[in-house]
Structures are given as C-alpha cells and as structure tokens.
C-alpha cells in the first residue's frame, strides 16, 4: 500500500503544473480514499497485539463555506486488527471543521481538520463497544478540473482508555489517498 500511495504522491507532483483548475470556492463535495491504518494502545495490549495495521476506507461529504473553511461528515473503517485470542473491528464515525489553505490558482490545497468521532469496536463472538475520541489530520491535494481533487492525508483519532484503574492512550491512524468530487 505503501508503494501505491507513493505513485500516486509522484503522479500528481509531476502532473501538477499541467493539468491545474482552481476548486470551486464553495459547495457540497463528497469523496473517498484508501490506504494504511495502525492501531496504537498505548501499552494497555502490547503483549497480546500480533497484528497492528490493516487497510482503511472512508467515505466523506462536506460543504465548502468558502475557500478557507468546510465541514465534514466522515465513515472510516480501520480494518481488522488481531489482539490475541482474538480479531477486533475498528471503525469511526466523525465530523471535521477542515481549514484549507490554496495556493493561489495552481489546483493545489494544503489542509488541516479537527473534529470528534465515536470509534466501534467490534469483537467476533463478544459484542460491541464504542468510545469518543478527538480527531486530527493534515493533508494535501491536488484539483485536476474544478469540481475533482486527488490528494494524500494522514489522520489520528486519538482517547483514553482505563481498565483496572489504569488510564492509557490509544489510539488509529491512516495515510490515505483520496479522491473528491465538488458540486
């Protein structure tokens, strides 16, 4: 997975001054990505983890206010994470404020989105449990026409956990590609 983000990353450096249209300043946009989730405990499992990352999907809609500011809805699914004995389901439902930055009319965009989430697991045999978590991530991407944008960005959802009177840190994160239509 490593190896396609990196093409793609190469792909829209090297196709960036060719192809560039100025994003649409505002509207509705929705979009989806791909790439590799890691799921971090904070030393609450360490021993029992035998698998710590997988592939993540998201799908996401939003509304641009203008071209600095949107906010976002998103479903991402972690993967499937092994912690002895046995597999557990991670997934997030969130919302974003999402900051963007446009470099002036060349199609590309840095960004940064903060945002809360409700993180599901689910264990195979015993049931479900969700958690609130604080969401973060930056990326960049790149609008080949003004309403579709090609990007990569990376994300964290992040709480606390405490068992036995113990609090831990836990933790996914996923690099992704995207990809994103505008109305």
Same mark, same amino acid.
């Given at each position: 997975?490593?190896?396609?983000? /990196?093409?793609?990353?190469?792909?829209?450096?090297?196709?960036?001054?060719?192809?560039?249209? $100025?994003? &649409?300043? &505002?509207?509705?946009?929705?979009?989806?990505?791909?790439?590799?989730?890691?799921?971090?405990?904070?030393?609450?499992?360490?021993?029992?983890?035998?698998?710590?990352?997988?592939?993540?999907?998201?799908?996401?809609?939003?509304?641009? #206010? /203008? &071209?600095?500011?949107?906010?976002?809805?998103?479903?991402?699914?972690?993967?499937?994470?092994?912690?002895?004995?046995?597999?557990?389901?991670?997934?997030?439902?969130?919302?974003?404020?999402?900051?963007?930055?446009? #470099?002036?009319?060349?199609?590309?965009?840095?960004?940064?989105?903060?945002?809360?989430?409700?993180? $599901?697991?689910?264990?195979?045999?015993?049931?479900?449990?969700?958690?609130?978590?604080?969401?973060?991530?930056?990326?960049?991407?790149?609008?080949?026409?003004?309403?579709?944008?090609?990007?990569?960005?990376?994300?964290?959802?992040?709480?606390?956990?405490?068992? #036995?009177?113990?609090?831990?840190?836990?933790?996914?994160?996923?690099?992704?590609?995207?990809?994103? /239509?505008? #109305?």
């Amino acid at each position: 997975m490593l190896r396609i983000t /990196f093409t793609v990353a190469l792909f829209i450096i090297f196709t960036g001054n060719t192809s560039a249209a $100025e994003p &649409k300043a &505002k509207g509705f946009y929705i979009g989806g990505g791909g790439g590799q989730s890691v799921f971090v405990d904070g030393g609450a499992i360490d021993a029992n983890i035998y698998d710590d990352s997988d592939t993540a999907l998201q799908i996401y809609a939003g509304y641009k #206010f /203008f &071209k600095y500011l949107a906010v976002e809805a998103r479903y991402a699914d972690f993967g499937t994470f092994g912690v002895f004995p046995f597999d557990l389901d991670v997934s997030a439902t969130s919302a974003h404020v999402v900051g963007i930055l446009p #470099f002036g009319s060349s199609g590309w965009e840095l960004f940064g989105q903060l945002g809360f989430a409700s993180v $599901e697991f689910d264990t195979a045999g015993f049931g479900g449990e969700s958690d609130a978590a604080a969401t973060g991530g930056i990326g960049v991407r790149f609008s080949a026409t003004e309403n579709l944008a090609i990007g990569i960005q990376t994300d964290a959802y992040v709480w606390e956990e405490t068992t #036995f009177s113990q609090t831990y840190d836990m933790g996914f994160g996923s690099t992704q590609v995207t990809l994103s /239509f505008m #109305f």
